[in-house]
């Protein structure tokens, strides 16, 4: 007669399984609170202390870790020398392992939890019983999700015993889960052994959805969400209307959030390929979000756009004037939420606490034979900003300049950002010298230029970037400065009459 041992903290569907293999003339092995809720069914359980010889001990942390459960798994069943052994030592086989862990993952996010109570959720037992099935799938099953419960049952019903393919595809999923669920125990020592940077690095991240497209359309692409909690980012957002996100709507709108995160007062920001092409801050949403449109009227033509407030009717109606792949909003009034859903193709994305900014999280970047990571650039100002030139800068200057520093910080090297009154006016990004960012920045800001500010990521090497600006009537500057030039660009600032703060410190994003 065939043997299952299962013992499941989840057990969502377990009786219905255990009973159809009984059916089917399977005897099971149990333990704990799996064999009393099965036993509560009327099914017949046998208890894994009548295996083991040995009493479940010190509060359940001691129960399968035994030879008579391992020997039972492992054996090699065509191995005469195994059998032998196994006759031996009077061990019975065990065909199929049904198993899934303790709740380390919600224990270590349950709020308030002890420390204690979290070493109490690390498993033992169970990873080691459902890795000695997985090793042995050439003659055992094991069955950690209780999505393969039917799959398993059909293949039983109509051959008596399942392919080896499908016990492959568990083994596979169970070291998939052990691989996952070691990673959270080893990421919480991390945590509260505050190592930052560890000997080795496991990463683990549970699977959101497959993305209609990557980067290209050729290109497949999934989106994988962080364990933990995950308000204030994509992966905690609620999609209300609208087709499924490819990779780059992700990653835009993921541009667009950390953008947003930098602004308290109400703000809108738009981006296109990660890039802002517009950000305003304004009394209001509807103030906000035409100075954010007026910066750039073309490029925000199916981009994305964020906003901090709730979004009205007034907003929505502007926002449908156009083609928009994305809108981000922490809440929608319903004549809103009426307006945006008319267009079939928008997709509308609901974010709570959208300025929640301080979860842990690490920038990675892949590269050929390794990754690279580092902390998240969550800092704005390290230093008193140094105000270098003559002239000061006034207080709408220095109110324009600050706007425009968070919105450099958040836009591809080498960049600037011309702004005036709360709104971008023209933006220079992803330039491989700095004049050329602020060529473009001044072309795209054109006759609104007069009057305004620009913030720059990195110091001017030249004095020609501050002779371009004199020229269209550029009033005040912030930059890191620590040029071996520095007293060239101030000389040059001083001469046009602009105000020149350094911040000492620089915001290069790649």
Excluded at 50 to 64: L, N, S
Excluded at 123 to 145: L, W
Aim: proline share 3%; charged share 25%; glycine share 8%.
């Amino acid at each position: 007669m065939k043997r299952a041992l299962i013992s499941v903290w989840d057990k969502c569907g377990i009786v219905e399984f255990s009973r159809k293999l009984v059916s089917l003339g399977w005897e099971i092995i149990s333990t704990g609170g799996t064999k009393k809720v099965l036993e509560g069914e009327g099914i017949n359980v046998i208890d894994i202390q009548d295996i083991t010889g040995f009493p479940e001990a010190f509060d359940g942390r001691v129960k399968t870790l035994h030879p008579n459960i391992h020997g039972g798994i492992l054996h090699i069943r065509d191995n005469s020398c195994h059998l032998a052994t196994l006759e031996k030592l009077h061990i019975s086989p065990i065909d199929l392992v049904v198993n899934n862990l303790y709740p380390f993952k919600e224990t270590v996010n349950k709020e308030g939890v002890s420390h204690e109570e979290i070493i109490e959720n690390i498993d033992i037992g169970g990873p080691s019983m459902i890795r000695a099935a997985a090793k042995n799938y050439k003659y055992v099953t094991v069955v950690v999700d209780p999505l393969d419960y039917k799959k398993v049952l059909n293949e039983l019903e109509n051959n008596g015993q399942t392919t080896l393919e499908t016990r492959r595809h568990l083994a596979r999923k169970v070291f998939e889960y052990t691989s996952h669920y070691d990673s959270l125990i080893s990421n919480y020592f991390n945590e509260i052994d505050n190592v930052e940077f560890p000997e080795k690095l496991s990463m683990t991240f549970e699977g959101k959805e497959e993305l209609r497209y990557g980067e290209n359309p050729h290109q497949r692409a999934a989106f994988y969400r962080e364990v933990g909690n995950v308000q204030g980012t994509i992966a905690g957002s609620i999609k209300l209307h609208g087709k499924e996100l490819s990779f780059n709507n992700i990653n835009d709108a993921n541009g667009a959030l950390e953008i947003l995160k930098e602004y308290e007062e109400p703000t809108v920001v738009a981006v296109k390929h990660t890039n802002p092409c517009g950000i305003g801050s304004g009394k209001d949403i509807y103030e906000a979000y035409k100075k954010a449109y007026e910066c750039d009227k073309v490029s925000i033509f199916g981009g994305i756009i964020a906003a901090n407030r709730e979004l009205d009717e007034r907003v929505a109606e502007l926002i449908n004037e156009i083609f928009i792949e994305i809108v981000i909003a922490p809440s929608y009034t319903e004549k809103a939420l009426e307006i945006l859903s008319s267009k079939k193709n928008i997709r509308i994305l609901k974010l709570d606490h959208i300025m929640k900014n301080d979860y842990k999280s690490w920038d990675v970047k892949k590269v050929l034979g390794g990754i690279l990571i580092q902390e998240r650039d969550k800092m704005l100002l390290q230093d008193e900003l140094e105000i270098v030139t003559k002239r000061k800068p006034t207080e709408e200057e220095m109110k324009d300049l600050l706007f425009a520093w968070k919105a450099v910080k958040n836009t591809k090297s080498n960049s600037v950002v011309l702004a005036k009154d709360g709104g971008t006016i023209g933006i220079g990004m992803g330039q491989v010298n700095r004049i050329w960012a602020v060529d473009q920045a001044i072309e795209h800001g054109m006759e609104k230029v007069k009057g305004s500010v620009i913030a720059s990521d990195g110091f001017f090497p030249f004095r020609d970037s501050i002779d371009a600006l004199s020229k269209v009537g550029v009033t005040a500057v912030i930059q890191p400065g620590g040029s071996i030039r520095d007293e060239e660009s101030i000389q040059a600032a001083d001469e046009a009459g602009i105000a020149m703060v350094f911040t000492h410190m620089r915001h290069f994003k790649h």
